[in-house]
């Protein structure tokens, strides 16, 4: 049932018990003093209360103030009390209207009803002589025993007053204060008429809600939420929808200048992505290896193809490749996110401060900020397929705001069965004009292990133009993570991975090259790589220790060892970082070893508001001294930008530098100014830059901060669906007051055409939309599809009319007739039909004997109560009552449909 406040406002005038106390606290409130009736103090004691004909006067006083009692007594000849509903508060469930007994200043609760809010087992006799059932536990049985007032309940027998147990005619209540048998603590307002109740124990409605909850997060997880509709991709034509620009230039004193421009356009041809990307640079010029441009078509429910991807394409290849390549791929490898078991720690360096995102498959799934040396790492969830890493940085300030690194995941795992290839063919952007063939082919053996296989064919190597390949990635076990690796006349590895309780991880890794091959840039015999890493805390501090050791044979002669232990640790506004560096280079035959020590130790200091110091130093152990030291400082502007000092010192060749600038991101783009000086070297940099969105169904043009070529959006549309067809007709108005939330991107609000908007989304991805209708204007306006899978594509904002209907309400009282005269009832079935008899729903009357539904579209209904449950209570129902619903579009109510029933 949806409540509205009309509803609630009507519903309150019926609690005639709670009426007269608010009546009674204002008289007492309002009365004066001296109008108060007030004992003789000499005269005897009476007894209060009326006598045979009401209460005693005296002449010239006021009549005696009724007590809460009497307020809450009923009729002087009824049953002496009040049947209404209350509010039940349960702490950790929510809230709930129930039905209630008011006695005097006491409430009493309906037992089978309560029991069966909270999820508790129980039963009760036609009669309501007992209820019975156990709690939580089934050896754990009680009995409520209504004939010998006696509850029974963990072999304990707790004896009750007559008075404790009020039976109606479709309820067993008890009072409030018994409850806490069952470690049920209550406490009754009279004010609100409001229970607050709460368990001692772990009540099985908690657990239920929790166990929902837990589900629904596994669901989204898995990509597997069940939406009330899904929304498919559009294929478009051609539709315009994304602009990115960059502008960059730096001048220094010495002559030397470059400004470097960029604009990139993204759009939809023939339902395909295509993005262009042209790149300006006063040096360079027009550079063809600086361009970019790529049409791809993505449909992930085409099992045989996927992706078709023409122009500037990305191969994993085995050669080392500099250049862009041009050319087609094809591959039925979905972009969809397919979370596999385990992972692997990915680590890097950048510049300190700077924020990171990891997409895999272009799905954003974690971020992370690097620390004062510039460290950061992920551990990368290993995915179904092919994986595509991709790291985005975005930098404080300065000549670049962001770049992107796509790195080869070493571990590629399928589902059982399941078959994948990627197939890329094209020319290389070289002097040569290199030709270049891939084809891979992915099985999935078993649950633990992928087979791969295929054959790279690059013209301009030397050594072996093809190059056939195979890979087996094994997990043996759940920690353990293997991959064999062959190429043919160019190498072998093995690696190996395990993860250690705590979170620890170790990880080998040898390679062995064959000493004729020219498809690598590096010419070594032999690699030897071991990582160990594991994360530590403590209650007020956290941080990682790495440390990594690596052996190059470059010749038989030579060799190239490298060793490095990282420390990186937090505390409160405090980060501490502590790397460590050997290096050292000789002949290998007689071994030599003669190593170069040095650390850097850099620091984050989160002073005050914003104010953030960052000290950093070099010091040499071989030296024994102090290399360089550096200090940053900066301030944050209103969480929109910042400004940056810093200052350093080179003592290896007396090099000064010092260097100041801000950042600030306004709505529509981010702009940024920084002057820098080293020694006799002045440097001054100005960047900006920003993008545009288009929406030309909407007519809409929307500025960012943000990259939005290649990314998506959705546009969502609430209008007032009159003929509750489920479509946007002529003369159906726009509607204000909906509200959108999402797990990813920047929802806007628009005002002007209460058009909601969500950008920044990544495409070829579903996202599971929320939608909330209590903020709407009107509370008769309703939508039947609150949550939406959305599937969003590139370059677009995807156009989504959200019907809102107009629900109308009825409302009545249901009534019994005997001979105790006529009176409310609750807990009576009360059908609504449509003029056909076919069932639009069955609502139950509350303890004062009200019904209410709203959600009744224009047309003939009939209202009647449920016949088997008047045969059951051998009872006669009413007159069935039609009702007329008219059309409107602020909704339409109808109230006093009153039936009554009788013995």
Not at 17 to 39: N, Q, R, S, Y
Not at 504 to 512: M, P, R, S, V
Not at 563 to 587: D, H
Not at 668 to 683: L, P
Request: net charge positive; hydrophobic share 35%.
């Amino acid at each position: 049932m949806i409540t509205s406040l009309s509803y609630r406002a009507r519903k309150s005038s019926q609690k005639t018990g709670h009426f007269l106390l608010v009546l009674a606290m204002a008289l007492m409130v309002c009365t004066p003093a001296h109008a108060v009736h007030k004992e003789d103090p000499g005269s005897p004691a009476k007894k209060k209360g009326p006598g045979p004909t009401g209460p005693a006067k005296t002449p010239g006083t006021a009549p005696a103030i009724p007590s809460f009692d009497d307020l809450f007594s009923g009729d002087p000849g009824g049953p002496g009390y009040d049947e209404t509903s209350i509010l039940l508060n349960v702490q950790r469930i929510g809230n709930t209207e129930m039905a209630a007994v008011i006695k005097g200043k006491t409430v009493y609760l309906p037992i089978v009803e309560l029991f069966r809010y909270l999820k508790i087992k129980v039963e009760t006799t036609p009669g309501f002589d007992s209820v019975t059932g156990y709690f939580i536990n089934p050896e754990t049985r009680y009995c409520i025993d209504n004939n010998r007032f006696q509850i029974r309940y963990q072999n304990k027998v707790l004896q009750l007053e007559p008075s404790d147990l009020i039976q109606t005619e479709t309820n067993l209540y008890l009072r409030a204060d018994y409850f806490r048998v069952f470690g049920l603590n209550s406490s009754f307002s009279f004010t609100s008429l409001t229970v607050q109740m709460s368990a001692s124990v772990e009540l099985p409605a908690i657990r239920e809600l929790q166990l929902a909850q837990l589900h629904r997060n596994l669901s989204r997880l898995r990509g597997d939420v069940v939406a009330d509709t899904f929304i498919q991709r559009d294929y478009p034509r051609f539709r315009f929808g994304a602009l990115d620009w960059t502008l960059n230039t730096t001048q220094q004193n010495n002559g030397i200048s470059d400004v470097r421009a960029g604009v990139a356009l993204g759009s939809m041809l023939a339902g395909g992505e295509l993005n262009l990307s042209l790149n300006y640079s006063s040096m360079m010029g027009l550079d063809k290896r600086q361009q970019f441009y790529q049409w791809r078509y993505v449909n992930n429910n085409n099992e045989l193809l996927r992706q078709f991807s023409v122009g500037r394409i990305y191969a994993r290849t085995t050669a080392t490749i500099l250049d862009p390549v041009l050319g087609v791929q094809v591959t039925n490898a979905p972009t969809t996110y397919r979370k596999s078991a385990g992972s692997y720690r990915l680590s890097r360096f950048t510049e300190p401060g700077w924020t990171v995102e990891l997409y895999v498959n272009n799905v954003l799934v974690d971020f992370t900020k690097a620390d004062a040396s510039g460290f950061f790492s992920f551990d990368v969830p290993l995915v179904y397929g092919s994986s595509s890493i991709r790291l985005r940085y975005y930098g404080p300030y300065g000549e670049e705001r962001n770049w992107e690194d796509n790195i080869i995941m070493p571990f590629n795992f399928l589902p059982k069965k399941e078959f994948e290839y990627t197939v890329s063919a094209g020319l290389v952007q070289d002097s040569l004009n290199s030709r270049l063939a891939r084809a891979s082919l992915s099985y999935g053996v078993s649950r633990i292990m992928t087979v791969s296989a295929g054959n790279e064919y690059l013209s301009s190597v030397k050594s072996g133009s093809n190059m056939p390949f195979a890979t087996l990635s094994l997990r043996p076990i759940s920690n353990l993570l293997m991959i064999a690796d062959y190429v043919h006349s160019v190498k072998g590895s093995v690696m190996l991975s395990y993860r250690l309780p705590g979170n620890g991880q170790i990880e080998l890794d040898w390679t062995k090259y064959d000493p004729s091959q020219r498809a690598l840039m590096y010419n070594y015999l032999e690699e030897r790589k071991l990582s160990f890493s594991i994360p530590f805390s403590h209650k007020r501090f956290s941080g990682m220790t790495r440390l990594l050791l690596n052996q190059i044979l470059i010749s038989q002669y030579t060799k190239y060892d490298r060793a490095e232990w990282l420390v990186s640790a937090a505390y409160k506004n405090v980060s501490v970082n502590l790397n460590t560096y050997m290096i050292s280079a000789g002949a290998q035959d007689p071994p030599q070893f003669n190593p170069y020590i040095y650390t850097n130790l850099s620091m984050a200091l989160r002073v005050w508001k914003g104010l953030t110091l960052m000290p950093e130093a070099q010091y040499s152990f071989k030296d024994q001294r102090i290399l360089s030291a550096k200090c940053v400082v900066e301030q944050y502007l209103l969480n929109r930008g910042y400004i940056n000092f810093s200052i350093e010192q080179n003592l290896m060749n007396n090099g000064f530098g010092m260097s100041a600038g801000i950042r600030y991101d306004l709505s529509g783009a981010r702009v940024g100014v920084a002057a820098s000086r080293y020694n006799d070297i002045y440097t001054l940099t100005a960047t900006a830059s920003g993008s545009m969105v288009f929406d030309p169904r909407s007519h809409y043009t929307g500025l960012s901060n943000r990259t939005s070529v290649g990314r998506g959006g959705i546009s969502i549309t609430p209008f007032l669906d009159l003929n509750y067809n489920g479509v946007r007709d002529a003369g159906e108005p726009k509607v204000q007051g909906l509200h959108a939330s999402i797990n990813s991107g920047h929802v806007k609000y628009s005002s002007r055409d209460t058009t909601i908007r969500v950008v920044d989304l990544e495409p070829y991805t579903n996202y599971f939309l929320d939608l909330s209708q209590n903020t709407f204007e009107n509370i008769n306006w309703q939508i039947r599809k609150k949550t939406m899978n959305v599937a969003v594509s590139p370059n677009e904002l995807h156009q989504i009319n959200v019907p809102v209907e107009v629900m109308n309400e009825v409302s009545g009282t249901v009534y019994l007739r005997d001979s105790l005269g006529r009176r409310h009832i609750g807990r009576m079935e009360v059908e609504i039909r449509r003029a056909d008899g076919s069932l639009v729903t069955s609502i139950q009357s509350e303890g004062d004997g009200y019904f209410s539904y709203m959600g009744l579209h224009p047309g003939d209904y009939f209202l009647g109560i449920n016949e088997k449950q008047l045969r059951k209570l051998n009872m006669k129902g009413p007159a069935v009552r039609k009702i007329h619903i008219k059309s409107s579009g602020e909704g339409v109510f109808v109230d006093d449909q009153n039936l009554e029933i009788s013995r």
